[in-house]
């Protein structure tokens, strides 16, 4: 029968592409904006006039959830419907999938908009979402798995071109990390506690974080940049054996790199070495795929010059290979001591952000805009504009922070000739760098300006579409069966070469794996295979071996108010400005006290080690300051630290604390082996939270304070910053209760 006679006839489903295509850019002006607001109140406290959802700390995880899930996630979805259905000659599994992944995605993205803001959040950075939103994500991230593995069954091209293996390696690597790092214990509709604590959970947030950077913002992007990069710039890849390295290379090595987040921390050290050994591995693969990409240009660079989608994949595919050397560059411990908690790290997140996955789906939208509305691009000239006010912006943006975080480390390490700290008091140094705060406004001001351009440069192109789109039809012949023959396991002899020369060269000919390249399943379950089996290898050990965590007897658990003004903590975002880990470094333990042990952490779900600070940390702040600081400085910080640029919080001295509902978080944290008392557990923790309230409304009012305030969230709040890092400074229980160490001494003693 004729190849003709046996064609099958298709299209492709553009609709879904189109809407991905415009949620890219809508929420990506919104996640901008959010980052611009977010800058400005950072220099002007002022600016949340007074409301709790207008924060810092409610804020900041709303702009990057918009960064990363709405703006960065369409575009992924864009990009994959469409090159998906290219590659593999087939339309998507379901037309219905794909409606239900759109519409679902957009849902999740609104119900986060709604929460963060209102203080509804798990505080893990990048997993804030609270467990109903959780579920949903994973529903709909199975629905867009099983469209796109679905399609893959139903392909006509029999081989999977590189862009359908980072695809892969994001669909399966992206659920494995949602599932295991959101395990928690619901204490309300939306309140929930996860199921690690202290070490075994920052281990785990850090294996998500940093890897949800590696399998949503690089492997997708990766599969965006193979497919597109060449399309524009109208050259086939560089070097199919180094996409090849890349690919796998990536995906071992990337999923060990999380703990080198944790340097210094209570961390075990061999997991935080280990977690750097592979981070710096990780030059070798993300250079690889920079090389590859930019080779991809070679014959066509005079192009780049004229065509503003080749500006921006270039500039993209730069940024690139500047935040992959720096990654490894910050996971040095020496480098890392610096740098850690300062802007530095926020310097090298927006410069990915922004330069890497910005101008990336930027390029991809600028190139697709005339192929999905059928019409020219309205404006080149004003591509142009916004890729060069975008470039500039970047760069204003990503300076000013670098030398601030520089400044900010410095300052922190510094000593006088006397050997005291040459900054004692925290605040200095935000007064330092608040003029480079003002240049990162200014240059996120010039980022959302080219966002605008681009939305207007869309719709306008948009605005010129013919009243019906064409639905080409295509045509391929079914798949069939493989009639080839697959290279044999055994490498045969040779007779002229050393056989190990023999076998190197088969191996780098790659012939192996063109095999797995028309066995989908193969290829899928090999890259599980890599992800699981190297994240067991340090998820095993941090939570089996016991000395990892020595237990500290002094350290018992929060009582029901202090747990409730530590939720309340969680839900203002406190995190978001201050670290909870005095590391073992000499300047730290001279400007906070004793350095932080493990074993203080046992009952903390969720760890609250922080990422970043703005303010001071505050593990040990317990018992420095009397409870009316604390009143005066939440009402008004600069009224006790001249120059701060914390927000007020008056709303948490007129709120009432919702006492009843502390009952059911005292049994969420027993359920996950918390040991509170009998009485607490028996329905009294809200009798009890009311009985320490009394006493420090009493104590606040003896200071100096108002009265009535007893039944206030304040109250709470003060009870769990009073508490914190005191543990260690209690007497053993031995020591407290002599009974204790009578009644476990054997009878006739030792």
Same mark, same amino acid.
């Given at each position: 029968m004729p190849m003709s006679a046996r064609a099958e006839k298709f299209t492709y489903d553009d609709a879904i592409v189109r809407k991905f295509a415009f949620a890219t850019i809508i929420w990506g002006l919104v996640a901008t904006l959010a980052g611009l607001w977010v800058a400005l109140i950072m220099?002007?406290?002022?600016?949340?006039?007074?409301?709790p959802w207008l924060t810092f700390g409610r804020l900041r995880p709303l702009h990057t959830n918009a960064a990363i899930f709405a703006f960065a996630g369409?575009?992924?979805?864009?990009?994959?419907?469409?090159?998906?259905?290219?590659?593999?000659?087939?339309?998507?599994?379901?037309?219905?999938?794909?409606?239900?992944?759109?519409?679902?995605?957009?849902?999740?993205i609104v119900a986060a908009a709604i929460t963060l803001p209102l203080g509804i959040t798990q505080s893990k950075e990048y997993a804030e979402l609270e467990w109903p939103i959780d579920i949903a994500?994973?529903?709909v991230w199975v629905a867009f798995a099983i469209n796109f593995f679905g399609a893959i069954a139903k392909r006509r091209e029999r081989h999977l071109y590189v862009a359908i293996w980072f695809y892969i390696a994001t669909v399966i690597t992206v659920a494995i990390l949602h599932i295991f790092n959101n395990l928690v214990v619901p204490a309300g509709l939306f309140k929930s506690y996860p199921i690690y604590a202290g070490v075994q959970d920052a281990f785990m947030q850090w294996w998500y974080g940093h890897n949800a950077v590696a399998f949503f913002l690089t492997t997708p992007f990766l599969g965006l940049m193979y497919y597109f990069l060449p399309k524009a710039a109208g050259r086939p890849v560089f070097s199919y054996r180094l996409s090849i390295l890349h690919f796998w290379s990536l995906v071992f090595l990337y999923i060990w790199a999380g703990p080198h987040h944790l340097h210094y921390t209570a961390l075990p050290e061999w997991a935080s070495t280990l977690g750097m050994l592979f981070s710096v591995m990780l030059w070798m693969p993300s250079w690889g795929g920079m090389i590859n990409g930019l080779l991809t240009l070679r014959g066509a660079w005079n192009r780049v010059s004229q065509d503003p989608v080749l500006k921006f994949f270039v500039v993209g595919i730069?940024?690139?290979?500047?935040?992959?050397?720096?990654?490894?560059?910050?996971?040095?411990?020496?480098?890392?001591?610096?740098?850690?908690?300062?802007?530095?790290?926020?310097?090298?997140v927006h410069s990915g952000a922004l330069g890497w996955n910005g101008f990336m789906t930027f390029g991809m939208l600028y190139w697709l805009a005339p192929k999905l509305f059928q019409t020219q691009l309205w404006s080149k000239k004003l591509a142009e504009i916004h890729f060069w006010i975008g470039?500039?912006?970047?760069?204003?943006?990503?300076?000013?922070?670098?030398?601030?975080?520089?400044?900010?480390?410095?300052?922190? +390490?510094?000593?006088?000739?006397?050997?005291?700290? &040459?900054?004692?008091?925290? #605040?200095?140094?935000?007064?330092? !760098? %608040? /003029?480079?705060?003002?240049?990162?406004?200014f240059g996120g001001s010039l980022f959302v300006a080219g966002v605008v351009l681009c939305l207007v440069n869309l719709l306008m192109t948009w605005k010129h579409r013919p009243k019906t789109y064409e639905e080409p039809v295509h045509e391929a012949p079914p798949l069939g069966a493989y009639a080839g023959t697959d290279p044999k396991p055994t490498v045969p002899a040779h007779?002229?070469?050393?056989?190990?020369?023999?076998?190197?060269?088969?191996?780098?000919?790659?012939?192996?794996?063109?095999?797995?390249?028309? +066995?989908?399943?193969?290829?899928?379950?090999?890259? &599980?295979?890599?992800?699981? #089996?190297?994240?067991?290898?340090? !998820? %095993? /050990?941090t939570f089996l071996i016991r000395s990892n965590v020595p237990t500290i007897s002094t350290v018992e658990p929060y009582t029901p108010l202090e747990l409730a003004g530590r939720d309340i903590y969680v839900a203002e975002g406190c995190y978001n400005c201050h670290s909870q880990m005095v590391r073992p470094i000499r300047s730290e333990t001279e400007r906070y006290g004793e350095y932080s042990k493990p074993g203080e952490f046992v009952y903390d779900h969720p760890f609250q080690w922080g990422s970043r600070r703005i303010g001071?940390?505050?593990?040990?702040?317990?018992?420095?300051?009397?409870?009316?600081?604390?009143?005066?400085?939440?009402?008004?910080?600069?009224?006790?630290?001249q120059g701060s640029l914390m927000p007020p919080y008056p709303w948490l001295a007129q709120t009432e604390l919702d006492f009843a509902s502390i009952q059911p978080r005292v049994d969420a944290m027993a359920m996950l082996g918390v040991p509170y008392g009998k009485d607490v557990l028996a329905g009294q923790a809200e009798q009890t939270a009311r009985a320490?309230?009394?006493?420090?409304?009493?104590?606040?009012?003896?200071?100096?304070?108002?009265?009535?305030?007893?039944?206030?969230q304040i109250i709470a709040l003060i009870a769990y910053l009073q508490r914190l890092g005191t543990d260690i400074k209690r007497a053993p229980p031995a020591e407290r209760n002599p009974e204790l160490t009578a009644q476990s001494q054997p009878a006739g003693g030792q």
């Open positions: 220099v002007v406290p002022a600016l949340s006039f007074g409301q369409n575009a992924v979805f864009a990009a994959v419907y469409y090159s998906t259905q290219r590659l593999l000659k087939t339309r998507m599994f379901s037309d219905g999938l794909s409606k239900f992944h759109f519409w679902g995605w957009q849902a999740i994500i994973a529903v730069t940024f690139y290979g500047m935040a992959t050397f720096e990654g490894p560059l910050l996971s040095i411990k020496s480098v890392n001591a610096l740098s850690h908690y300062t802007d530095w790290t926020i310097a090298h470039t500039l912006g970047i760069l204003f943006y990503i300076v000013a922070i670098y030398a601030a975080g520089v400044t900010q480390g410095l300052m922190w +390490r510094a000593f006088d000739e006397t050997g005291r700290l &040459a900054y004692p008091d925290f #605040v200095e140094t935000v007064v330092r !760098i %608040i /003029p480079m705060y003002w240049v990162r406004v007779p002229t070469m050393v056989s190990f020369a023999y076998q190197l060269r088969y191996f780098i000919d790659a012939a192996w794996h063109r095999v797995w390249e028309r +066995r989908p399943l193969k290829l899928s379950v090999w890259v &599980a295979v890599s992800v699981v #089996v190297a994240s067991l290898f340090e !998820i %095993i /050990p001071p940390d505050l593990h040990r702040v317990g018992g420095k300051y009397p409870h009316l600081w604390h009143l005066r400085h939440m009402d008004d910080p600069a009224s006790t630290t320490q309230a009394s006493q420090i409304a009493t104590e606040l009012q003896q200071q100096g304070g108002p009265a009535g305030l007893e039944s206030k």
